[in-house]
Nanobody, 116 residues
Framework: QVQLVESGGGLVQAGGSLRLSCAASGSTFSYNRYGWYRQAPGKQRELVATMSRTGGTNYADSVKGRFTISRDNPKNTVYLQMNSLKPEDTAVYYC??????????WGQGTQVTVSS
């Protein structure tokens, strides 16, 4: 079955950087669309960035110019490079797979905390 495992979260000071990873298994990675979403306490889950199977990207306005989504098809991994982090970026970050066969799958999430 499909499994998504996020890693790379942690505590960082404002202005710092983190790189999140999402290792996918259970489907043909290169055929799928992937995205990063986040959910802060008391707020709804929101889109951060997505990448299509052809490499097209989409970013939330709040992270444009600071975050970069990428994928490594041979490694079945999607990344989120986060630079110039702000306290408002604090959230649980989730990886999402939209499969070419239909259906959405989520990872368990990784906590990112940015201190001021």
């Amino acid at each position: 079955q499909v499994q998504l495992v996020e890693s790379g979260g942690g505590l960082v000071q404002a202005g710092g950087s983190l790189r999140l990873s999402c290792a996918a298994s259970g489907s043909t990675f290169s055929y799928n669309r992937y995205g990063w979403y986040r959910q802060a306490p008391g707020k709804q889950r929101e889109l951060v960035a997505t990448m299509s199977r052809t490499g097209g990207t989409n970013y939330a306005d709040s992270v444009k110019g600071r975050f970069t989504i990428s994928r490594d098809n041979p490694k079945n991994t999607v990344y989120l490079q986060m630079n110039s982090l702000k306290p408002e970026d604090t959230a649980v970050y989730y990886c999402k797979q939209t499969s070419y066969t239909g259906g959405d799958y989520w990872g368990q999430g990784t906590q990112v905390t940015v201190s001021s």
